[in-house]
């Protein structure tokens, strides 16, 4: 069984910075692939970013690319998401999701998904 809490969400105003972060607990290759996704009130749930633990590949859409940051601590079994040049669009509630398969959790569909925590970034 795979445990996920995030934290680090909160409201900033546009053009600012928040650091997500996600602590895993469970087996280590029942979460080898880790991400984020993000969803707000009546829309699809978007995927935003991605990291392999096996040779730390990354995965970011493109409306977060240059702007976001996906890294693991190993040590500490966190995910983190650094987000940068925050834009009101990025309002959301924000997932870490974890699966064994990379192909599962880039599909949308992880086993394993925190609770959420909010961000809000107003202009």
């Known amino acids: 069984q795979v445990q996920l809490v995030e934290s680090g969400g909160g409201s900033v105003q546009a053009g600012g910075s928040l650091r997500l972060s996600c602590a895993a607990s469970?087996?280590?290759?029942?979460?080898?692939?880790m991400g984020w996704f993000r969803q707000t009130p009546g829309k699809e749930r978007e995927k935003v970013a991605g990291?392999?633990?096996?040779?730390?590949?990354?995965y970011y859409a493109d409306s977060v690319k240059g702007r976001f940051t996906i890294s693991q601590d190993y040590a500490k079994n966190t995910l983190y998401l650094q987000m940068n040049s925050l834009k009101p669009e990025d309002t959301a509630m924000y997932y870490c999701?974890?699966?064994?398969?990379?192909?599962?959790?880039?599909?949308?569909?992880?086993?394993?998904w925190g609770q959420g925590t909010q961000v809000t970034v107003s202009s």
């Open positions: 469970g087996y280590a290759s029942s979460r080898n692939c």
């Open positions: 999701a974890a699966d064994a398969s990379c192909n599962r959790l880039w599909s949308g569909y992880p086993q394993y």
């Open positions: 990291f392999y633990r096996v040779g730390g590949t990354t």
